[in-house]
């Protein structure tokens, strides 16, 4: 990555008498913390939120030279500004007092039953700066509460102090405009646009940005006092950000999730799954190692389970050569458990598949290139190519790439359309489905036609920019406009959201000169440790496995933590091959698509179980810490070693010594030691030298048209979905299924908005309320199916 030097410039001012040197621009309220150990108290300063709006009035501080009392959170520093807080002001001081006595005179002063209470930065400033009584005699203001407004939050409006944090959350970061102020002066109250239900994916950030009880979650209302609880610092697996967490624990469970602001890779927000989706209930999960019987699965003793095992696979390591075993994963395991199932894959000579497309996941190929999540943010360029809202395959990175096209930055969203970005970009560049890769050959072609000192002048294109364009269903003139952009872009960052081989992407990186500049490319990996699978070596794709299953050349398959059935585009494949196995042995935390057909079937830990390492998708190391035991009692490791005892092999058995492993020989993991890992990881990557691509650019056309009356599917997995999403009861709305129909189809069809849709697809059948898009593909219909049912497969759709 390039360095500038930069020189910073200073200012000095007096903060209460104490003389401060900060860096221009800093506001007034972080220097006085930071640099003059002085707090102003604030309510509605939340620098995440984007300018101050100084609605409060907590923060007035008197300015030398300034004829009146000002928010000091408005405020940068001057050079030569004298500023005097509530600690040396008796006028600061009277002006604090009374702003806080104005805020409670409405407010019920609720302490003691408030879920808030005892974490409340208003109870905490008012016993800190309050004025000890109110002269307030007359009736308080009530409301009607707590009102739902969403099944995952509560508001509570007579504790809301109108600091406007959760609406600009809404309107500002989010830009759903779905929270809003109402009526005017003492009247105002924060409600839902129209009176609808607060239903975006990152709704659950508000009930952690309201500085009071007023916006509260439902699942957390009296559960528990702040002295009961254990908060431990973690990380969410629900996807590849590995945004950072606290767990909140009471009594044996985990009551509620926080972030724990980790600027580079989440900005200290959350999605809602990441949030809310539990794996519950635990009596439901598989507790103890389960044997098919004529009756079905019954319960059995774990050593003559994982002996009996150990048997089977070395028989079908050996009966047909090497090959006759498989090793499945879906990127939901630690680092640890993944070096253990490598050692078991190794010693059976077994095939590997750890992503559902190998060639997607290359991701050794892109490492000169790679761009981490905070390069969106300096990003001058933004370009996501791909089917998929990038948000199902990393929650907040919806949230940054908003904020980089407010910053500036130009945001082309590439792909079929009807996602949630494209309404707010610069340029949308309509594309057929499933057609990133020959998109990405377009560009490259455009790029290089277009030319300049950037462009490297050895890069390969694969054709030319029309006919190129013309497999991708693409605008010419658009493709040259886009890669005009990214030529003149000193920053540009490439967010691929789709099964796209990685040669492709290399070889517009490489034409780019991405490995010269702060942008980079950001593919984003389908599970939440796609990448340390990799990294530990459980490589290879579903798509290899499935052909050698169906050949009959895999005789033994353990998948562990994944479901093909569910969550490939093959599914109706993957079942049969399976029927047709002759041993099924799967590792799952709930029933699912693959237990109905194993001989055996074990207990997965989940998240809050698991002790361990993940690598996010931009190549940080982070650890995961438990906050509960295993519901088997026993930790995946653990019983994964005692399988290999029973193969002779021996492995690591406990994270610690897996993780010291693989720090000692593997580069990913080069210079850390399970010991140091932090709560706050660094990238602990550097970008080796760009060399030119070797490999040559096989273009994947989309698939051809589909028949008359048909459309083209676009059907990826969602962000809201897997096991712990669909039992989570307060996230149906955001898995309630959704049919975006092209706006030409709709007026053919005759469908309309809320409209109930079917379509009909190679996986079954989707029934969803319509949306109409401007932008989608006409002859497309875009769907939230729970699995990924195929995109660039065909459906047919018509009214319910
Ligand atoms: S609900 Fe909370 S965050 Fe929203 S305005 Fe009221 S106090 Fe502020
Ligand atoms: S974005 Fe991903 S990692 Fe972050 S909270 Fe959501 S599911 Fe978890
Ligand atoms: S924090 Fe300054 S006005 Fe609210």
Same mark, same amino acid.
């Given at each position: 990555m390039s360095t500038t030097e930069q020189t910073v410039d200073t200012v000095t001012l007096h903060v209460d008498g104490r003389e401060i040197t900060v860096p221009k621009g800093t506001a007034l309220v972080v220097a006085a913390a930071e640099h003059a150990g002085v707090e102003i108290p604030i309510f509605c300063y939340e620098p995440r939120l984007g300018p101050p709006i100084g609605a409060c009035r907590m923060c007035l501080v008197e300015i030398e030279g300034a004829p009146k009392l000002q928010a000091a959170c408005t405020?940068?520093?001057?050079?030569?500004m004298v500023v005097k807080t509530a600690e040396t002001s008796a006028q600061a001081k009277e002006a604090q007092d009374g702003v806080l006595e104005f805020i409670l005179l409405n407010h019920p002063l609720d302490c003691p039953v408030c879920d808030k209470g005892g974490e409340c930065p208003l109870q905490d400033l008012t016993f800190r700066y309050g004025p000890g009584n109110s002269r307030m005699t007359l009736p308080k203001r009530t409301y009607e509460k707590p009102l739902p407004i969403s099944p995952s939050i509560v508001l509570d409006r007579e504790r809301c102090i109108l600091c406007y944090r959760c609406t600009r959350f809404s309107g500002d970061v989010a830009e759903d405009a779905e929270l809003v102020?109402?009526?005017?002066?003492?009247?105002? =109250?924060?409600?839902?646009?129209?009176?609808?239900?607060?239903?975006?994916?990152?709704?659950?950030?508000?009930?952690?940005?309201?500085?009071?009880?007023?916006?509260?979650?439902?699942?957390?209302?009296?559960?528990?006092? !702040?002295?009961e609880i254990v908060n431990v610092p973690t990380v969410?697996?629900?996807?590849?950000?590995?945004?950072?967490?606290?767990?909140?624990?009471?009594?044996?469970?985990?009551?509620?999730?926080?972030?724990?602001?980790? !600027?580079?890779?989440?900005?200290?927000?959350?999605? *809602?799954?990441?949030?809310?989706?539990?794996?519950?209930?635990?009596?439901?999960r598989i507790s103890t190692p389960l044997v098919r019987a004529l009756s079905g699965l019954e319960p059995g003793e774990w050593d003559d389970v994982l002996r009996t095992m150990a048997q089977r696979l070395r028989h079908f390591s050996t009966?047909?050569?090497?090959?006759? =075993?498989?090793?499945?994963?879906?990127?939901? #395991?630690?680092?640890?458990?993944?070096?253990?199932?490598?050692?078991?894959?190794?010693?059976?000579?077994?095939?590997?598949?750890s992503a559902p497309i190998a060639a997607a996941a290359d991701w050794d190929r892109l490492d000169a290139y790679a761009a981490p999540l905070a390069a969106i943010d300096l990003a001058d360029a933004v370009v996501v190519i791909g089917d998929q809202e990038p948000t199902d395959r990393a929650g907040t990175i919806d949230l940054r790439i908003r904020k980089a096209r407010r910053s500036g930055a130009r945001l082309t969203i590439v792909g079929p359309g009807g996602t949630a970005l494209e309404p707010d970009a610069q340029q949308f560049l309509r594309t057929l489905p499933a057609a990133g890769s020959a998109m990405l050959a377009a560009l490259t072609a455009a790029v290089v036609e277009a030319g300049g000192a950037n462009v490297r002048s050895d890069a390969k294109t694969a054709g030319t920019v029309e006919a190129l364009a013309a497999d991708a269903g693409a605008d010419v003139a658009q493709v040259r406009e886009l890669a005009g952009t990214l030529v003149a872009a000193a920053r540009p960052v490439l967010v691929v959201t789709d099964h796209v081989a990685a040669?492709?992407?290399?070889? #517009?990186?490489?034409?780019?000169?991405?490995?010269?500049?702060?942008?980079?490319?950001?593919?984003?990996?389908?599970?939440? +440790?796609e990448r340390g699978e990799r990294a530990v070596g459980l490589v290879g794709g579903w798509d290899e496995i499935l052909p050698a299953l169906e050949a009959g050349e895999?005789?033994?398959?353990?998948?562990?933590?994944?479901?093909?059935?569910?969550?490939?585009?093959?599914?109706?494949?993957?079942?049969?091959? #399976?029927?047709?196995?002759?041993? =099924?042995?799967?590792?799952a935390a709930f029933t699912n698509?693959?237990?109905?057909?194993?001989?055996?079937?074990?207990?997965? *830990?989940?998240?809050?179980?698991?002790?361990?390492?993940?690598? +996010?998708?931009?190549?940080?190391?982070?650890?995961?810490?438990?906050?509960?035991?295993?519901?088997?009692?026993?930790?995946?490791?653990?019983?994964?070693?005692?399988?290999?005892?029973? #193969?002779?092999?021996?492995?690591?058995?406990?994270?610690?010594?897996?993780?010291?492993?693989?720090?000692?020989?593997?580069?990913?993991?080069?210079?850390?030691?399970?010991?140091?890992?932090?709560?706050?990881?660094?990238? +602990?990557?550097?970008?080796?030298?760009?060399?030119?691509?070797?490999?040559?650019?096989?273009?994947?056309?989309?698939?051809?048209?589909?028949?008359?009356?048909?459309?083209?599917?676009?059907?990826?997995? !969602?962000?809201?979905?897997?096991?712990?999403v669909e039992r989570t009861a307060s996230l149906v709305h955001q898995r309630a299924p959704i049919v975006v129909v092209a706006h030409v189809d709709a007026e053919r069809l005759g469908i309309k908005r809320g409209d109930d849709v079917a379509v009909r697809h190679a996986v079954g059948e989707h029934v969803g309320t319509a949306r109409i898009s401007r932008r989608l593909l006409p002859g497309s219909v875009r769907i939230n199916w729970r699995g990924a049912a195929g995109t660039g497969s065909t459906a047919v759709m018509g009214a319910q």
């Amino acid at each position: 990555m390039s360095t500038t030097e930069q020189t910073v410039d200073t200012v000095t001012l007096h903060v209460d008498g104490r003389e401060i040197t900060v860096p221009k621009g800093t506001a007034l309220v972080v220097a006085a913390a930071e640099h003059a150990g002085v707090e102003i108290p604030i309510f509605c300063y939340e620098p995440r939120l984007g300018p101050p709006i100084g609605a409060c009035r907590m923060c007035l501080v008197e300015i030398e030279g300034a004829p009146k009392l000002q928010a000091a959170c408005t405020l940068t520093c001057n050079d030569g500004m004298v500023v005097k807080t509530a600690e040396t002001s008796a006028q600061a001081k009277e002006a604090q007092d009374g702003v806080l006595e104005f805020i409670l005179l409405n407010h019920p002063l609720d302490c003691p039953v408030c879920d808030k209470g005892g974490e409340c930065p208003l109870q905490d400033l008012t016993f800190r700066y309050g004025p000890g009584n109110s002269r307030m005699t007359l009736p308080k203001r009530t409301y009607e509460k707590p009102l739902p407004i969403s099944p995952s939050i509560v508001l509570d409006r007579e504790r809301c102090i109108l600091c406007y944090r959760c609406t600009r959350f809404s309107g500002d970061v989010a830009e759903d405009a779905e929270l809003v102020a109402r009526e005017r002066g003492a009247e105002s =109250v924060i409600a839902t646009f129209n009176e609808q239900p607060y239903t975006n994916a990152f709704s659950g950030n508000v009930t952690e940005l309201c500085p009071v009880g007023a916006l509260l979650p439902t699942a957390y209302r009296f559960k528990a006092r !702040p002295w009961e609880i254990v908060n431990v610092p973690t990380v969410c697996t629900g996807c590849a950000t590995g945004c950072n967490t606290w767990s909140t624990l009471r009594e044996g469970k985990v009551e509620r999730i926080l972030s724990r602001n980790h !600027p580079d890779v989440d900005e200290g927000w959350l999605c *809602d799954k990441g949030r809310f989706a539990r794996y519950e209930p635990r009596d439901e999960r598989i507790s103890t190692p389960l044997v098919r019987a004529l009756s079905g699965l019954e319960p059995g003793e774990w050593d003559d389970v994982l002996r009996t095992m150990a048997q089977r696979l070395r028989h079908f390591s050996t009966v047909d050569g090497a090959g006759g =075993v498989a090793i499945v994963t879906g990127g939901a #395991l630690t680092n640890e458990e993944a070096l253990a199932w490598k050692a078991i894959a190794d010693s059976l000579d077994a095939r590997t598949a750890s992503a559902p497309i190998a060639a997607a996941a290359d991701w050794d190929r892109l490492d000169a290139y790679a761009a981490p999540l905070a390069a969106i943010d300096l990003a001058d360029a933004v370009v996501v190519i791909g089917d998929q809202e990038p948000t199902d395959r990393a929650g907040t990175i919806d949230l940054r790439i908003r904020k980089a096209r407010r910053s500036g930055a130009r945001l082309t969203i590439v792909g079929p359309g009807g996602t949630a970005l494209e309404p707010d970009a610069q340029q949308f560049l309509r594309t057929l489905p499933a057609a990133g890769s020959a998109m990405l050959a377009a560009l490259t072609a455009a790029v290089v036609e277009a030319g300049g000192a950037n462009v490297r002048s050895d890069a390969k294109t694969a054709g030319t920019v029309e006919a190129l364009a013309a497999d991708a269903g693409a605008d010419v003139a658009q493709v040259r406009e886009l890669a005009g952009t990214l030529v003149a872009a000193a920053r540009p960052v490439l967010v691929v959201t789709d099964h796209v081989a990685a040669t492709e992407i290399e070889a #517009l990186a490489w034409a780019l000169g991405l490995d010269q500049t702060d942008g980079g490319v950001l593919p984003l990996p389908v599970g939440a +440790n796609e990448r340390g699978e990799r990294a530990v070596g459980l490589v290879g794709g579903w798509d290899e496995i499935l052909p050698a299953l169906e050949a009959g050349e895999v005789q033994a398959i353990v998948l562990v933590g994944c479901d093909p059935v569910v969550e490939s585009t093959e599914g109706e494949r993957w079942q049969m091959a #399976l029927a047709q196995t002759e041993v =099924v042995v799967s590792v799952a935390a709930f029933t699912n698509g693959v237990t109905s057909q194993s001989q055996v079937v074990l207990p997965l *830990d989940v998240e809050h179980e698991r002790d361990g390492s993940v690598i +996010n998708l931009e190549g940080r190391v982070q650890r995961v810490r438990p906050s509960l035991a295993p519901v088997s009692g026993v930790p995946l490791i653990e019983w994964t070693s005692r399988l290999a005892g029973f #193969l002779e092999i021996s492995i690591h058995a406990t994270s610690a010594k897996a993780f010291n492993a693989l720090a000692a020989d593997n580069p990913a993991f080069a210079g850390l030691a399970w010991g140091e890992l932090g709560d706050r990881a660094p990238l +602990n990557r550097t970008r080796p030298a760009a060399t030119a691509p070797t490999a040559g650019v096989t273009v994947t056309a989309p698939a051809s048209a589909p028949a008359d009356g048909a459309f083209r599917l676009i059907a990826p997995r !969602p962000l809201f979905s897997g096991a712990a999403v669909e039992r989570t009861a307060s996230l149906v709305h955001q898995r309630a299924p959704i049919v975006v129909v092209a706006h030409v189809d709709a007026e053919r069809l005759g469908i309309k908005r809320g409209d109930d849709v079917a379509v009909r697809h190679a996986v079954g059948e989707h029934v969803g309320t319509a949306r109409i898009s401007r932008r989608l593909l006409p002859g497309s219909v875009r769907i939230n199916w729970r699995g990924a049912a195929g995109t660039g497969s065909t459906a047919v759709m018509g009214a319910q």
